[in-house]
């Protein structure tokens, strides 16, 4: 039974060391390589079978009779078994299809590149590449295939199914003359995989449901139960959740900033578009003392004088294919590149793009046009721009108006005659009013979107819940480490606090709803604003809901540590979302909700396994210090160990379930579960260490609470390579997370 | 300026339509404030404050005040759509053969046309047109077997004269006598096209006339160029400068040259200050010529747009009831039987048997060729329709200048007349009280066109011919200088900077540096711009941006 349990162990431990080295292989001789002779490679596969009759063993044979456990463990053979499938079964290849030429057979992606045969024919009906309004940049490829008797679309976010066969747009002839699709097909993988997701969730839900537990009696060992319940309950709720450029002055600014624009199929307050394009672009609402509609009119009006300014903000990838010193790219800089075909990211092609779609004229849609129709009359108006193609037969003074408004509004501006184009803009805003007044949102509506715009609360806030998080977690685990409770006051004024970033969130959220007039919870940025409003509404009604249930315990007031924390961290998430308002369609991959519900259950993950670090870290200081000083204090060491080893229990689950969903979405979107993607694989490592780490009663020498400590703080080091060190190193799809 | 003139409009303008809210052109420019007038690049009738990717089709305010923006619209309409084959309905009448099927694959946003790597018809921003000519005699005559835009689209059962898949478009380096380089270290690339048509291509033979002779010729007795088209604004501003002036600008450059500032001159043109040939149309009056590399036409109303709507989709109208179409092509297509074979059912979809009784003979080679060396054709577009075309291609406006107050834009003005660039690219020029002429059909005048009496222009161009002995250059050699307005916008116009008659240079650089071969006209001012440190080199770049 030892001989087992020390046998399993040992060889998940060379599977830890064989997706190491297989990370490095794939550094120096390409993915390919990397899998074909270690990640997928016989004797990896022994290993992990080894391992795995291993551990169905260990299970059988342990006096430990609980089933959520037993589900927990099965649902990852299930995991392994249907990878095992999709590696025996499932093939990834590409085809290249040219217009109306039928083919049947396809190449394999793998290091010899084999030529594998559909048992159907496959042929290009259409091909068609769709472009930003207004640019050239290409937004989506659309095929028009027929697959057998089936015939359909494949595009950017449009799969195409025929007979267990998936088949992705992928890019297109470098002639145009035809279209590469990714193909994939695993009839068998996909469905077994996905169960062993399911019922690890399912596991999961009833590990922490289940008395008796080891995570139950940790729990009780140091009493601070009522704290960590609270903790449990959000984190399922987590889980469940979804030299200056030419411009013209700020009043004048400000006063287009009031106009109505038809942006993202609703009308807004100009303000809106002009604040979402400058982040888009720059990253910040403000361009060297500009405001943001200073910046959006100043490329409206004078973009030369903007093409030299470094305000293209880059990913890592970009930055060094420019090779900058600087995040911040000039138009001019990415227009050479893209003159030279260099591979920009989709990130910089965006902004590209949007600039594009701002000089094409198609982004400020602000002339309303009243069409004569017989339909009702909501859809008598039509919003065109300057750019817009305009029916004919519009009358001669409107067609003029359309066309040379702005055109005026430019001379003025060259002119310095801000009088003038004051009352130009009373003219436009006039012109919508007569047009469209009963379809303007009303005046309130309207002011309270732009002011809603123009507070950029998102970074601030979550500074500080993150930093007061942080603090009192760590104020928290000193005294509990001292069997102290946090001090009356402490609790008072950080619940006073956490009241008043309530309430901001609160009328922050209602404006929201109030202006899109839907629920805020319909992308990454609202609903993790959201979850920091409920995480705080639980920690501050959590008194009152104990004194109802008359508990007399001895408070540790653990849920307001835990609340500041989880609420800060999706604040932080939201922020991040944030910074990239979706203007342009693009990236369809990037703007799937599982990518928000994966980002942010691993950055929760990788949160409390950062608090366990730190708790760690502080208990092996204490220790060192008693050692010095002859004392020790017994129940402090038991009661920080039993911290690390509580907080471990989400955190790993966290992190699985994370990279479950990531999964999910890479299927989806890219026609395969795993891809052995140096960032993938290096998650894995981390979950299989933290696993290792719960197994305390397994794994002997982590039951000297002094071992687990230092083992928690090494393996953060883990956490820390692949959160910065892939980036940086290793490179691969996940470069821009 | 006339600054009190706008005034005067503006304010009759604004009591004409002060009760309507859409006019914005009711409002007078501050008469205190100055501006350097250079920035009203087309005037004050002809320029338009607009930097976008639509600033090259911009209405001017002429447009506006003839009260003709119905008209421009539809002339607009024209220009931005393709043409069908269908013999009914819009846009109908396309074909038998054509050289494009709408007038924006050659002008990508109305601006200059984009390098190509091959030539194909239907590539938006293919601005090239093929010119084939004779390398025999020296004269580089055009072939007579071939229209002069070659075509290579064909419909129905016709076949193209040439076969474009087969045309093969070399881009080859070329090393100038600096080695590429300036003296500080900086480098350029210089490319050039070397086009080829194998003899298979041809579905006609090669045939020119070699001193006064029609011969036939061998391919490798055929000189193949390309012509890229250039921006359509300010046509209409260039149709306005007076004959006159253009004529006194023609004898000082005379002058000029009998000086030794010039190493070429036209003279089998213009000699002891008088112009020895003139363009003259159906009403045989003669004009000065204006339009066209090759400066082949006269007034705008019978040249560039007025003959490309006709001659490129081959649509007729009441005055051209012909194809545009060789004697030589109509002989081959009427012996070719898969042509033969087609016809007779083909062209009862296309005529009346009753219109066009010589169509419908019992001979079909003889049907075949009447069709298409027919006079008589049924017209495809109406007198309105070209008029109106000719209102949105006269009016529409240039981009005002941009920069002009930057310290670098201003040394660069400074350099480009310093340097003598702007002996050819002259600056500005006035314009006359532009009358209308029309010399082909008079349904153009002063009654129904925007006109732009008296305004000071900025097009960079001295509306005459000149040598830049470049390799492989324009046929002939004498190409007219360039306007340089609105060029500085391409980039985000069109989303490219080529220049030149070939799009030969990828930039300004490239550009400037092609004038610099040792016979070239501007070899002096290249001699100039090498000795200019980086700095100064620069500077000029963004001038040539700025206008």
């Known amino acids: 039974m030892k001989l087992i349990r020390a046998i399993s162990f040992s060889l998940m431990g060379i599977i830890i060391l064989l997706l190491i080295a297989g990370s490095i292989v794939e550094q120096f001789y390409g993915t390919a390589i990397a899998i074909k002779y270690v990640y997928t490679a016989p004797y990896t596969i022994a290993l992990w079978a080894l391992a795995t009759i291993g551990g169905i063993t260990l299970l059988v044979k342990t006096e430990l009779k609980q089933w959520a456990t037993i589900l927990l463990h099965f649902s990852f053979v299930v995991i392994l078994a249907g990878s095992l499938l999709t590696h025996l079964f499932g093939i990834q290849g590409a085809v290249e299809l040219k217009l109306n030429k039928p083919t049947n057979t396809f190449t394999e992606k793998t290091n010899d590149y084999d030529e594998r045969s559909f048992p159907f024919t496959l042929e290009l009906k259409d091909f068609q590449v769709i472009y930003y309004d207004g640019t050239t940049t290409a937004r989506d490829y659309r095929s028009t295939i027929q697959a057998g008797d089936k015939s359909g679309i494949v595009s950017m976010n449009n799969i195409f199914r025929y007979k267990g066969y998936r088949f992705y747009q992928s890019g297109f002839s470098e002639d145009m003359s035809g279209s590469v699709l990714l193909v994939s097909y695993d009839p068998y993988g996909i469905a077994v995989t996905y169960c062993g997701y399911a019922l690890l969730l399912l596991s999961m839900v009833i590990f922490f449901m289940q008395s008796h537990t080891h995570f139950r009696q940790l729990l009780k060992k140091i009493k601070v139960r009522n704290g960590v319940a609270t903790l449990v309950l959000l984190l399922l709720l987590v889980t469940n959740l979804n030299a200056t450029p030419s411009t013209i002055p700020q009043q004048q600014a400000e006063q287009f900033g009031n106009l109505c624009v038809f942006y993202n199929d609703r009308l807004q307050p100009m303000s809106c578009l002009m604040t979402d394009f400058t982040e888009k672009i720059y990253g910040k609402t403000k361009y060297q003392g500009l405001t943001a509609e200073q910046v959006y009119m100043g490329w409206l009006l004078s973009p030369y004088s903007w093409l030299d300014e470094p305000m293209f903000k880059l990913k890592t990838n970009d930055k060094k294919l420019l090779r900058l010193n600087s995040r911040y790219a000039t138009y001019n800089q990415l227009f050479e590149a893209k003159q030279k075909k260099m591979p920009l990211s989709k990130y910089a092609e965006e902004k590209m793009a949007l600039v594009g779609m701002l000089l094409s004229g198609e982004l400020t849609k602000i002339y309303p046009y009243r069409q004569a129709t017989n339909e009702p009359a909501s859809n008598h108006i039509v919003w065109y721009s300057q750019g817009s193609n305009l029916p004919l037969g519009m009358a001669d003074d409107e067609w003029f108006f359309i066309k040379k408004s702005m055109d005026y509004v430019g001379q003025l501006a060259f002119e310095k005659d801000y009088a003038r184009m004051d009352t130009v803009i009373a003219k436009l805003n006039k012109n919508q009013q007569n047009i469209a007044g009963d379809m303007l949102p009303s005046g309130k509506h309207f002011r309270a979107e732009q002011i809603f715009r123009r507070i950029s609360y998102s970074k601030p806030l979550a500074m500080m819940a993150v930093t007061i998080g942080i603090i009192l977690f760590i104020v928290y685990i000193l005294l509990l480490s001292k069997s102290k409770t946090m001090p009356k006051w402490l609790y008072l004024s950080s619940y006073t606090l956490m009241l008043l970033t309530e309430l901001f969130l609160t009328i922050m959220l209602s404006m929201r709803w109030y202006i899109s007039g839907h629920i805020p919870m319909s992308n990454g940025h609202e609903t993790m604003q959201t979850l920091a409003f409920i995480a705080f509404l639980l920690a501050l009604v959590y008194p009152l809901l104990a004194r109802l249930s008359n508990n007399h315990t001895k408070r540790s007031y653990s849920e307001i540590v835990f609340s500041w924390l989880i609420g800060g961290f999706a604040l932080l998430v939201s922020m991040m979302s944030a910074s990239n308002p979706q203007i342009t369609p693009l990236m369809p991959v990037l703007q799937s909700p599982l990518l928000s519900i994966h980002v942010a259950v691993i950055m929760l993950s990788y949160a409390l396994l950062f608090f366990i670090m730190l708790n760690s870290l502080v208990a092996l200081i204490q220790q060192a210090i008693w050692h010095f000083s002859g004392k020790e204090n017994k129940h402090a060491t038991e009661a920080s160990y039993a911290v690390s080893q509580i907080l471990l229990y989400p955190a790993v689950f966290l992190l699985a379930i994370g990279i479950f969903i990531g999964a999910v979405w890479a299927n989806i979107s890219w026609g395969s579960y795993w891809q052995w993607d140096p960032k993938e694989t290096w998650a894995l490592i981390t979950l299989l260490v933290y696993a290792g780490a719960i197994h305390t009663r397994s794994i002997k020498f982590l039951q000297n609470p002094t071992a687990f400590h230092l083992y928690c703080v090494l393996a953060f080091l883990f956490v820390l390579f692949t959160y910065f060190g892939v980036n940086f190193i290793l490179g691969g799809m996940h470069s821009y997370a | ?547």
Not at chain 2, 26 to 45: A, F, I, R
Not at chain 2, 262 to 280: C, D, E, I, P, V
Not at chain 2, 281 to 301: E, H, I, N
């Open chain 2, 1 to 547: 300026m006339n600054k009190r003139n706008l005034i005067i409009l503006c304010l009759s303008l604004a009591l004409f339509s002060c009760k309507n809210e859409k006019n914005i052109n009711n409002l007078t420019p501050d008469p205190e404030k100055e501006y350097s007038e250079e920035y009203y690049s087309g005037g004050e009738l002809g320029t338009v404050f607009n930097s976008t990717s639509f600033a090259y089709e911009q209405p001017t305010s002429a447009v506006e005040n003839s009260g003709k923006s119905f008209d421009f619209q539809m002339g607009e309409y024209f220009f931005e759509k393709n043409w069908n084959t269908n013999t009914e309905g819009a846009f109908h009448g396309l074909g038998p053969l054509a050289v494009r099927e709408g007038c924006l694959y050659c002008h990508p946003a109305y601006g200059h046309g984009k390098r190509q790597t091959s030539y194909d018809a239907h590539k938006q921003g293919n601005g090239y047109l093929l010119v084939l000519y004779e390398t025999v005699d020296g004269q580089e005559t055009y072939l007579s077997s071939l229209t002069g835009m070659p075509q290579t689209l064909a419909y129905g059962p016709f076949k193209a004269p040439i076969d474009e898949s087969k045309i093969n478009i070399a881009w080859l380096n070329y090393t100038d006598e600096w080695g590429n380089r300036f003296d500080d270290g900086e480098t350029y690339e210089l490319i050039y096209p070397e086009v080829t048509i194998p003899q298979d291509a041809y579905y006609v033979p090669l045939i020119a006339n070699v001193n006064g002779e029609p011969t036939e010729l061998t391919v490798n007795q055929v000189g193949i160029r390309l012509e890229s088209t250039i921006g359509i604004y300010g046509t209409g501003l260039l149709d306005a400068i007076p004959d006159d002036s253009i004529t006194a600008q023609w004898a000082r450059e005379e002058q000029a040259y009998n000086a030794g500032y010039l190493k070429h001159w036209r003279s089998a043109w213009f000699t002891g200050g008088n112009w020895q040939t003139y363009y003259t149309g159906l009403d045989k009056q003669p004009y000065v010529r204006r339009f066209t590399y090759a400066m082949s036409r006269g007034p705008l109303q019978d040249a560039a747009g007025a003959n490309a709507i006709w001659n490129i989709t081959n649509v007729t109208r009441p005055d051209r009831r012909y194809h545009y179409m060789t004697a030589a092509y109509a002989e081959v297509a009427s012996k070719d039987p898969d042509v033969q074979k087609e016809f007779p059912e083909w062209i009862k979809t296309q005529l009346n048997k009753d219109d066009n009784p010589e169509c419908f003979t019992d001979n079909v080679e003889q049907n075949i060729y009447n069709y298409l060396m027919n006079k008589n054709l049924p017209v495809e577009m109406t007198e309105q329709q070209f008029v109106q075309l000719m209102v949105w291609h006269r009016g529409l406006a240039v981009p005002a200048a941009r920069n002009l107050d930057d310290e670098k834009v201003k040394r660069g003005k400074e350099l480009f007349t310093q340097l003598g660039c702007a002996q050819c690219h002259r600056p500005s020029w006035t314009t006359g009280s532009d009358d209308i002429h029309d010399p082909n059909n008079s349904l153009c005048d002063n009654t129904n066109m925007p006109r732009y009496p008296y305004q000071k222009i900025w097009p960079y161009t001295d509306m005459v011919q000149h040598k830049m002995m470049m390799k492989n250059d324009i046929r002939t050699g004498w190409c007219r200088t360039t306007p340089l307005w609105g060029r500085g916008l391409s980039k985000l116009v069109t989303g490219a900077e080529d220049r030149l008659h070939d799009c030969r240079a990828r930039n300004v650089i490239e550009a400037i540096m092609w004038h610099g071969s040792p016979e070239s006209d501007a070899r002096e001012s290249i001699e100039q711009f090498r000795a200019l440190g980086k700095e100064d080199r620069d500077a000029i770049v963004k001038f040539i941006d700025a206008i």
